[in-house]
């Protein structure tokens, strides 16, 4: 079941669901996208068209972010279940490590990727992990390493809407590549330490975006799409219909 918010199209899945619908993806052996979207990304696709067919064509979509779960009900089209990417990357390092699916870690600060790697190694002592690297999309050694190894599981960290674009190309890159992509945007990030994670009372709360205001407060335009732009556009969506 997908539910439409302001043109962007969400799957309405539980967590675990969505897990074993990755896993389908890596058995179905070809090259699949899944995406993780929030609120400031659905704010940005209605401006830019390509984005939003990228997001509407992907294999999955999973709502990141509290506000989707609020606009869902308030459309009467509501979501099952919040699925963050950081939980997703988590889930899914479990899954491969039972599986046995090779990970690659593209993308984040440099350092950050690495330690991020390290850290889901360290609890994930079987997860094959063929390589990870910061990189950018125009880097020409970011599709060689990706070329070399040919991951089952991408994850990639460059930002919404780059990752998803970057993921949208990459089939058309890379011969016989058959990864399922998930873009986890700052993921890396929480899971290495750089940034701590709001308390789970914040997160079932919804207010994350406060703890984030404090903790980095240079975000603060991201927030406001997220608090602010966002709720309006909705509201607008429902006055209209």
């Not at 609120?39 to 067919?53: N, Y």
């Not at 058309?172 to 899971?191: A, E, P």
């Not at 966002?230 to 607008?236: D, G, L, T, V």
Request: charged share 25%; net charge positive; with cysteine.
């Amino acid at each position: 079941m997908k539910c439409n918010i302001l043109g962007v199209k969400i799957d309405s899945i539980k967590f675990e669901k969505a897990v074993k619908k990755i896993d389908s993806l890596i058995v179905a052996n070809k090259p699949s996208q899944v995406v993780t979207v929030n609120p400031e990304m659905v704010m940005a696709a209605q401006k830019d068209k390509d984005f939003r067919q990228i997001i509407n064509r992907a294999a999955l979509v999973v709502p990141d972010g509290f506000g989707l779960m609020i606009a869902g009900k308030f459309l009467g089209t509501p979501l099952q279940e919040r699925v963050t990417g950081v939980d997703l990357t988590w889930a899914i390092c479990k899954l491969a490590e039972d599986r046995g699916y090779s990970v690659f870690f593209l993308g984040g600060k440099s350092g950050i990727t690495k330690e991020a790697a390290r850290r889901i190694q360290k609890i994930h002592r079987g997860l094959r992990i063929v390589g990870y690297y910061s990189g950018a999309p125009e880097d020409k050694r970011t599709l060689d390493n990706i070329a070399k190894v040919k991951p089952d599981i991408l994850f990639v960290a460059f930002g919404a809407p780059k990752q998803e674009k970057f993921i949208s190309n990459l089939k058309s890159q890379i011969s016989n590549l058959k990864s399922v992509s998930i873009g986890v945007g700052g993921t890396f990030d929480y899971i290495s330490g750089v940034y701590p994670y709001a308390p789970e009372w914040m997160r079932k709360a919804g207010l994350e975006w406060l703890y984030r205001l404090f903790t980095q407060p240079w975000r603060w335009h991201r927030i406001l799409t997220a608090t602010i732009r966002f709720p309006w556009a909705i509201i607008k969506s429902k006055i209209l219909q």
